[in-house]
Structures are given as structure tokens and as C-alpha cells.
């Protein structure tokens, strides 16, 4: 018998199946004949492409030997295999088949076997025509939309695949350009002060790969001159602002400008740029070999040492100044003092005077202040100026039991022998 | 199999050498701090997994027949002495580098160097097989807002650095944005104010000053050190100390 479909294509009933456009292929499986024919004739006036089995070994052939259906209808209660064993035989071809089961009578086992199986929904027979429809019509939109929903998610995960790819590639751009970044402002900050006129060592350790302490040295035509800066912070900003102030600094050291103006124009200069919370501490220490002289400004910078030839005494440097990057206008007190060969001066940043460790025992905290400093600096002073730098840093590390809580530099300077005649 | 003896303060476990054992420690540790009232902790929690860890490995060589004791006891508010024994050869703790390596890759070496960054206090036996560390259940600093009147006073319950500074400019903000104008920081529980933490007080100060120009600015109960940064820094020139 033919029966043309709502759309195109033909369908085929009974043994002879051919998978029209638009229907879905229902296996219907029952031992009553009458069954079959009434299930299969509402079916397929509805459009499915039907196949009928009698019992569940005929229905499993048939599953096996392809195509599997789309829907599975099928009683319970058969000869040769009944419908419990085919709902999972067939679910071994095909997963997430659908099935509806056709009961005559409750029996609560059964349900319960069902329910385990898992199976769409049941048709109570008798079967009216409207809701077999209806029910078929159901669970195959639910099948349907779970295979949306599939395909939905598994799109959804490529893309999200692919803006992972994209996001690690960008990440891997940018550590390589912070890698880059680090390593110009290395070379940027790069210490000149190989052939200075002085003698001098130094020791540093930032906090972080980038920013904060900052020191460079300088020959002038008369001497030398040295700054130490610590700028507030530890992120890129800070090593911007340190690139700036080696940069004006390179600059005064050509114009011959004094410490104050240096200070000042540098003032203003942080003020400028952008937020205005970038603080800066500094020393400005301008040797003159020729007449022996030392000039000194400071920026509200932990004061600089000085120890005397054959001293045993390290004495800070008095001169006070402003803080700079904070204030609109700023004023420095000049220091003036007498240099003698052999003399030595430590300068270094807050990192070292706040280096601090906690008490085991009691929890509490010591700090090692300047007063501290000065005692290690003291203990070395017999030392060659390498070696007292080495130790007083060793002692300093050990002193904080190598916790770093800020950049730490120290620098060492000694004034030659024989002043200006002996170098340059 | 991790044998427990707990007392008033402290709590003592007994564990075979075998990597499996540190999660059942880690756990009853977690236990004994909460009943101690410290959160969980990880500063400790990290101290001790990575101290038995090395007990296991490298001490006792994950001989499950050698044992690893270990010892936490309360010596004081929120601090802990941690002891970690091995039954193994112990190794010589003079030479031991203890700052943190440059290569981040470098995990050998990192090991009691992190402990080390963790605790106060770090200090072996004779024989180098047990270790005993000092370490303080860590406490943020959080910032007190009170009103007297027509003053505004700010408490911070500790130190002010860079991990705190966001919250406290945040704080500050919302103060001027309120049209306050005086006042009062409490710094008797500060023992130490970083440069950013400083140049965050000294915007607020700027902006205070600008918006009113009665502004008043008091620092109150400030240790000796504290004062001193002020005095150090002109800060004392923008903030009265009293």
C-alpha cells in the first residue's frame, strides 16, 4: 500500500521502508495484530515512517540490521523476548533512544524496571489515536531538542577553546614584552660607575624585578657626582619614574646645575606626570677632588654616613630637604663639608634602615634603624671598602633573616689618597 | 596511620613516613586551629606541610617503618611554635642558604626558603633533623571609622602597607566626598607605614586642605617610630601630632 505523506517523498509501509524527508522512523512493536495496525496506521497518517514487529526478537533483527529507529513503541509482555530486554538490547545500538511502552495493566515491578531503563513516556491500551499522537509528537521534540542542546554545548566549547587559545596567546605576548620591558630597563639602569674618580662598591637587591632604588655616579670635569633615589613602589610606574630621574639626572650632570635645581626640576617633573602620588627620597652628593670639598642635598632621604680615615666612628650627614613628588613647592638645606683622603661615606635607602625581623619567642619586632646600621657599618670600618661593604650587606641580609619587605641598596665611596692627582 | 595526643594548647602527631599521612595531619592541624579560635591559616598550614613533607622525603627517605613527629603549640596570642622531627641523619643546617632563589623554577632549594618567608623564626638541632620554627597566625590591618562629634576618627588595627593601601584610600575618598573635614587618625596599633601607604595620607591630606580650608589634621598615639617618620618626612608640618 501506498500512502503519499504530507510533503514530498513517499512513504512505505510495513517491510518495505524508505526513509522519507520528513518522517521520523517509529518502530512499533506488539504481539497483538490489531495493535500493530491501529499503532501503525495513526502513525503513519501522521507523517512517520513505520515499521511493525511481532515480538522482541523479531523488533531487535531489525534494530540490528539497521537502520536504528527514531522512536521505539513497544508492549511489554511478548513471547521470544519481551519488551524489558529489547528497550536495552536496543539502547546498546543506540544510546539515547527514545521509547514509549505500551502497557495493558499496572504492574508495579514492571514500572519499577521501567523506570530504571528509563523510558519517555506510556501509552495505556486501548490507545486513542489523539494521544499517541501527541505523545510520539513529545518525545521526539524532547530527543530533538536534547540533540540541539548537544550540538549547542559542543559549539559553545569550541569556541570557548578557541578564545582560551587566543587569551593564552595574548598572555604569552605580553610576559614576553614585560621580559623585554625588564630587561631594557636593566640596561637602562645600568650603573656607569666602573672608572669613577672614587672609589666605590655597591650593593642592591629590588624588591621586585622592576622599580625603586636607583643610584648612579657620575665623573664632572672638578670630581664626581652621586645620587641615591628611592622611588615609592614596586610597579611598572615606579621603573618609569626611575628611568626619568637617571635621564634628568644624566642631564644635570652635563649642564653642571646644582643639586638643588636638580631636585626642583625633578619636583616639578613628578608632579607633572600623571598621578601624583609617586614619591621620591633622594640624596645629591657633589665631590669636588680638587678642593676637597663635598656638597650635599637631600630629599628626605635617610642621612648619609661618613667615616674618617683610621675613625672608628660612622657619622651621619645632617641636611634636610623635602620629600619629593608631594609638594607644590619644595626647599633644600645645602651642606657643606671638608673632604679628607681616605674618608669614606655610606649612602643607602630606607629598605636597609627598616630591615627589621620578628622574635621568635616573644613576637617581637626589631627594627635596625640607622642607629643599627651604624654599629655593622662600625664593626667593618678596619675593612677594605669592598670587603665592608660585602660584610655590613651579609649582616644586614642576616639581621632580616633574608625577609625583603622594600628595595635595598647601599652604597660604599671613599675618597682616594692622593684626591684629584691620583685618578681622573 | 597518624597517631594524636592533644592537650590545653598544643597538639602532637605521630605519622608514618608516607606522603599519603600529610593530608590527615594538615586536616587535624586545621582542626586544632579552629578550636584555638585562629582562622585557617594558611601561613601555617604551608609551614607545616612543606616542614613534614621534607621530613618525610628527605629526612626519613619515605621509609614508611620511620616515624616524623610533629608539635604545634600555642607560645602566645595568635603564634605558634612548630616543631617537626625525622628520624633520618639530619644534614648540615650552617650552610643553608635561606633566602629565596632567583630561578623560580628551582623547587629544591625553595623548600625551607618559603618557610623561612612564612615564619618568624627558623632554627635546627644539633643534628639537623629537627626543625622548629616560629610563626604568627598573620592578621590584616583593618581601618576603624568612628565620628566624635565633628571629627572623623580613623583607627587602623595595625601596620599600614601597600595591601591595605587600596582600602585605605577608598576609606579616605568616601570621608572627603562626605564633606568632612576634621580629622583624628589613632596610630597607637601602627608600628610601621610604608611610602605608598605615606603617599596616600599625604594626597588625602593635599585634596582635605583643597576642598576645605579649615581642614584639620591630627595624628594621635603615635609610637616613637611613627613620630619619627612623620618628623622625617615634614609630615608633621600637614598632620599635628599630639
Same mark, same amino acid.
Given at each position: 500500500?501506498? @500512502?503519499?505523506?504530507?510533503?514530498?517523498?513517499?512513504?512505505?509501509?510495513?517491510?518495505?521502508?524508505?526513509?522519507?524527508?520528513?518522517?521520523?522512523?517509529?518502530?512499533?512493536?506488539?504481539?497483538?495484530?490489531?495493535?500493530?495496525? &491501529?499503532?501503525?496506521?495513526?502513525?503513519?497518517?501522521?507523517?512517520?515512517?513505520?515499521?511493525?514487529?511481532?515480538?522482541?526478537?523479531?523488533?531487535?533483527?531489525?534494530?540490528?540490521?539497521?537502520?536504528?529507529?527514531?522512536?521505539?513503541?513497544?508492549?511489554?509482555?511478548?513471547?521470544?523476548?519481551?519488551?524489558?530486554?529489547?528497550?536495552?538490547?536496543?539502547?546498546?545500538? =543506540?544510546?539515547?533512544?527514545?521509547?514509549?511502552?505500551?502497557?495493558?495493566?499496572?504492574?508495579?515491578?514492571?514500572?519499577?524496571?521501567?523506570?530504571?531503563? /528509563?523510558?519517555?513516556?506510556?501509552?495505556?491500551?486501548?490507545?486513542?489515536?489523539?494521544?499517541?499522537?501527541?505523545?510520539?509528537?513529545?518525545?521526539?521534540?524532547?530527543? =530533538?531538542?536534547?540533540?540541539?542542546?548537544?550540538?549547542?554545548?559542543?559549539?559553545?566549547?569550541?569556541?570557548?577553546?578557541?578564545?582560551?587559545? &587566543?587569551?593564552?596567546?595574548?598572555?604569552?605576548?605580553?610576559?614576553?614584552?614585560?621580559?623585554?620591558?625588564?630587561?631594557?630597563?636593566?640596561?637602562?639602569?645600568?650603573?656607569?660607575?666602573?672608572?669613577?674618580?672614587?672609589?666605590?662598591?655597591?650593593?642592591?637587591?629590588?624588591?621586585?624585578?622592576?622599580?625603586?632604588?636607583?643610584?648612579?655616579?657620575?665623573?664632572?670635569?672638578?670630581?664626581?657626582?652621586?645620587?641615591?633615589?628611592?622611588?615609592?613602589?614596586?610597579?611598572?610606574?615606579?621603573?618609569?619614574?626611575? !628611568?626619568?630621574?637617571?635621564?634628568?639626572?644624566?642631564?644635570?650632570?652635563?649642564?653642571?646645575?646644582?643639586?638643588?635645581?636638580?631636585?626642583?626640576?625633578?619636583?616639578?617633573?613628578?608632579?607633572?606626570? /600623571?598621578?601624583?602620588?609617586?614619591?621620591?627620597?633622594?640624596?645629591?652628593?657633589?665631590?669636588?677632588?680638587?678642593?676637597?670639598?663635598?656638597?650635599?642635598? &637631600?630629599?628626605?632621604?635617610?642621612?648619609?654616613?661618613?667615616?674618617?680615615?683610621?675613625?672608628?666612628?660612622?657619622?651621619?650627614?645632617?641636611?634636610?630637604?623635602?620629600?619629593?613628588?608631594?609638594?607644590?613647592?619644595?626647599?633644600?638645606?645645602?651642606?657643606?663639608?671638608?673632604?679628607?683622603?681616605?674618608?669614606?661615606?655610606?649612602?643607602?635607602?630606607?629598605?636597609?634602615?627598616?630591615?627589621?625581623?620578628?622574635?621568635?619567642?616573644?613576637?617581637?619586632?626589631?627594627?635596625?634603624?640607622?642607629?643599627?646600621?651604624?654599629?655593622?657599618?662600625?664593626? @667593618?670600618?678596619?675593612?677594605?671598602? /669592598?670587603?665592608? &661593604?660585602?660584610? !655590613?650587606?651579609?649582616?644586614?641580609?642576616?639581621?632580616?633573616?633574608?625577609?625583603?619587605?622594600?628595595?635595598?641598596?647601599?652604597?660604599?665611596?671613599?675618597?682616594?689618597? /692622593?684626591?684629584?692627582?691620583?685618578?681622573? | 596511620?597518624?597517631?594524636? #595526643?592533644?592537650?590545653?594548647?598544643?597538639?602532637?602527631?605521630?605519622?608514618?613516613? #608516607?606522603?599519603?599521612?600529610?593530608?590527615?595531619?594538615?586536616?587535624?592541624?586545621?582542626?586544632?586551629?579552629?578550636?584555638?579560635?585562629?582562622?585557617? +591559616?594558611?601561613?601555617?598550614?604551608?609551614?607545616?606541610?612543606?616542614?613534614? %613533607?621534607?621530613?618525610? #622525603?628527605?629526612?626519613?627517605?619515605?621509609?614508611?617503618?620511620?616515624?616524623? %613527629?610533629? *608539635?604545634?603549640?600555642?607560645?602566645?596570642?595568635?603564634?605558634?611554635?612548630?616543631?617537626?622531627?625525622?628520624?633520618?641523619?639530619?644534614?648540615?643546617?650552617?650552610?643553608?642558604?635561606?633566602?629565596?632563589?632567583? +630561578?623560580?623554577?628551582?623547587?629544591?632549594?625553595?623548600? *625551607?626558603?618559603?618557610?623561612?618567608?612564612?615564619? +618568624?623564626?627558623?632554627?635546627?638541632?644539633?643534628?639537623?633533623?629537627?626543625?622548629?620554627?616560629?610563626?604568627?597566625?598573620?592578621?590584616?590591618?583593618?581601618? *576603624?571609622?568612628?565620628? +566624635?562629634?565633628?571629627?572623623?576618627?580613623?583607627?587602623?588595627?595595625?601596620?599600614?602597607?601597600?595591601?591595605?593601601?587600596?582600602?585605605?584610600?577608598?576609606?579616605?575618598?568616601?570621608?572627603?566626598?562626605?564633606?568632612?573635614?576634621?580629622?583624628?587618625?589613632?596610630?597607637?596599633?601602627? #608600628?610601621?607605614?610604608?611610602? $605608598?601607604?605615606?603617599?596616600?595620607?599625604?594626597?588625602?591630606?593635599?585634596?582635605?586642605?583643597?576642598?576645605?580650608?579649615?581642614?584639620?589634621?591630627?595624628?594621635?598615639?603615635?609610637?616613637?617610630?611613627?613620630?619619627?617618620?612623620?618628623?622625617?618626612?615634614?609630615? %608633621?608640618? $600637614?598632620?599635628? $601630632?599630639?
Amino acid at each position: 500500500m501506498v @500512502h503519499a505523506g504530507p510533503a514530498l517523498g513517499k512513504v512505505w509501509r510495513v517491510n518495505n521502508c524508505d526513509m522519507g524527508r520528513l518522517g521520523e522512523y517509529i518502530l512499533v512493536v506488539d504481539d497483538e495484530f490489531t495493535i500493530r495496525e &491501529s499503532l501503525g496506521g495513526i502513525l503513519s497518517d501522521e507523517g512517520y515512517v513505520v515499521k511493525t514487529a511481532e515480538n522482541g526478537a523479531e523488533a531487535l533483527a531489525l534494530v540490528e540490521k539497521g537502520p536504528v529507529p527514531d522512536l521505539l513503541v513497544t508492549d511489554i509482555r511478548m513471547p521470544e523476548l519481551d519488551g524489558l530486554s529489547l528497550i536495552s538490547r536496543a539502547r546498546e545500538k =543506540r544510546e539515547d533512544l527514545p521509547v514509549l511502552v505500551l502497557t495493558g495493566f499496572g504492574d508495579k515491578d514492571t514500572l519499577l524496571s521501567l523506570i530504571r531503563l /528509563g523510558c519517555d513516556d506510556l501509552l495505556h491500551k486501548p490507545c486513542q489515536a489523539e494521544e499517541v499522537i501527541e505523545k510520539v509528537r513529545e518525545a521526539l521534540d524532547k530527543h =530533538r531538542r536534547k540533540l540541539a542542546d548537544q550540538t549547542d554545548l559542543l559549539r559553545k566549547n569550541t569556541e570557548l577553546m578557541r578564545d582560551l587559545e &587566543s587569551y593564552r596567546d595574548r598572555f604569552e605576548f605580553m610576559r614576553a614584552e614585560i621580559e623585554n620591558a625588564v630587561v631594557i630597563y636593566h640596561d637602562l639602569i645600568g650603573q656607569s660607575g666602573s672608572d669613577s674618580k672614587l672609589k666605590v662598591a655597591c650593593r642592591s637587591r629590588p624588591f621586585k624585578e622592576l622599580g625603586g632604588d636607583f643610584t648612579d655616579i657620575r665623573n664632572t670635569d672638578k670630581g664626581c657626582d652621586i645620587l641615591v633615589a628611592d622611588v615609592a613602589g614596586h610597579d611598572l610606574a615606579a621603573s618609569y619614574h626611575t !628611568v626619568l630621574i637617571k635621564a634628568y639626572f644624566e642631564e644635570n650632570c652635563r649642564t653642571g646645575k646644582s643639586g638643588e635645581e636638580f631636585f626642583t626640576v625633578l619636583n616639578r617633573s613628578l608632579r607633572e606626570n /600623571g598621578t601624583n602620588e609617586r614619591m621620591v627620597t633622594a640624596l645629591f652628593f657633589r665631590v669636588n677632588l680638587e678642593e676637597m670639598t663635598g656638597r650635599l642635598y &637631600s630629599a628626605g632621604h635617610p642621612r648619609m654616613l661618613g667615616i674618617k680615615q683610621n675613625s672608628t666612628r660612622a657619622v651621619p650627614v645632617e641636611a634636610e630637604g623635602d620629600i619629593l613628588g608631594l609638594h607644590e613647592r619644595v626647599a633644600f638645606q645645602v651642606r657643606d663639608i671638608a673632604l679628607s683622603p681616605g674618608e669614606r661615606f655610606i649612602l643607602y635607602t630606607d629598605g636597609i634602615s627598616n630591615a627589621r625581623y620578628t622574635e621568635g619567642l616573644t613576637g617581637k619586632r626589631r627594627k635596625l634603624g640607622e642607629e643599627g646600621l651604624r654599629r655593622l657599618v662600625e664593626e @667593618h670600618v678596619h675593612e677594605p671598602l /669592598g670587603k665592608l &661593604s660585602e660584610h !655590613v650587606w651579609n649582616d644586614v641580609m642576616r639581621f632580616c633573616r633574608h625577609k625583603q619587605a622594600d628595595d635595598m641598596l647601599l652604597l660604599a665611596l671613599e675618597i682616594p689618597e /692622593g684626591g684629584a692627582a691620583l685618578r681622573g | 596511620m597518624v597517631k594524636k #595526643e592533644r592537650d590545653e594548647g598544643s597538639i602532637r602527631l605521630e605519622l608514618a613516613s #608516607e606522603l599519603k599521612n600529610v593530608g590527615p595531619v594538615i586536616a587535624e592541624l586545621r582542626d586544632f586551629l579552629k578550636d584555638q579560635g585562629v582562622g585557617d +591559616d594558611s601561613n601555617v598550614v604551608l609551614v607545616t606541610r612543606e616542614l613534614v %613533607n621534607n621530613a618525610i #622525603e628527605h629526612g626519613n627517605m619515605n621509609d614508611p617503618e620511620k616515624k616524623v %613527629n610533629m *608539635l604545634a603549640s600555642f607560645v602566645g596570642e595568635g603564634r605558634l611554635l612548630l616543631e617537626v622531627e625525622d628520624q633520618g641523619q639530619g644534614f648540615d643546617h650552617r650552610t643553608l642558604n635561606l633566602s629565596m632563589p632567583d +630561578d623560580p623554577t628551582q623547587f629544591r632549594s625553595r623548600g *625551607l626558603a618559603l618557610v623561612n618567608a612564612f615564619t +618568624d623564626e627558623i632554627f635546627f638541632n644539633e643534628a639537623g633533623n629537627k626543625v622548629s620554627a616560629y610563626v604568627s597566625a598573620k592578621e590584616e590591618t583593618h581601618f *576603624l571609622v568612628q565620628d +566624635d562629634q565633628e571629627w572623623v576618627v580613623i583607627t587602623p588595627t595595625g601596620d599600614i602597607t601597600a595591601e591595605y593601601a587600596e582600602n585605605l584610600r577608598s576609606i579616605l575618598l568616601n570621608q572627603i566626598q562626605e564633606k568632612r573635614d576634621h580629622f583624628r587618625f589613632d596610630l597607637g596599633k601602627v #608600628e610601621d607605614i610604608d611610602s $605608598i601607604s605615606l603617599s596616600i595620607l599625604i594626597v588625602f591630606a593635599n585634596m582635605a586642605r583643597k576642598y576645605s580650608p579649615s581642614a584639620k589634621l591630627v595624628v594621635v598615639n603615635a609610637g616613637k617610630d611613627i613620630a619619627n617618620l612623620f618628623e622625617m618626612t615634614r609630615l %608633621n608640618t $600637614i598632620f599635628s $601630632i599630639q
